[in-house]
């Protein structure tokens, strides 16, 4: 079924962000910074609410027929973001970024495991 990809800085990024609700998609909100609209709290808390048989879910202003099939990933270039403790109970943060030193001491401490595990029990 794809991924609809959108930012924040599109006009109609909410209509898109409806659509996928919708019809079941998978949508990625990109590029987001530590502040997130708060149009998106009922998504992120899966708000549903019951009407005539069917769920529905808030986006924006609007209450949109909720499909079980759809899925909603958002990411970010910030190299250590930092959220609110209240955004941060509501999603599962992954962070994938990568550094020369992250993976340095990542070894460092496997090879100080294997050779000293004195030194790694004192570490910890």
Known sequence: SGLDVIRF???DYLRALEN???FGRAVLLENISDNLDVALEPLLLK???KQGGSYHIKVGDS???YHP???FYITTKLPNPHYAPEVTMKVSL???FVTVEGLADQLLGIVVMQERPELAEMKN
């Open 20 to 22: 996928g609700v919708r």
């Open 94 to 96: 992954l962070n994938f």
């Open 63 to 65: 209450l949109v027929p």
């Open 69 to 71: 099939d759809f899925r």
């Open 47 to 49: 708000q549903l609410v």
């Open 9 to 11: 800085s599109e006009k």
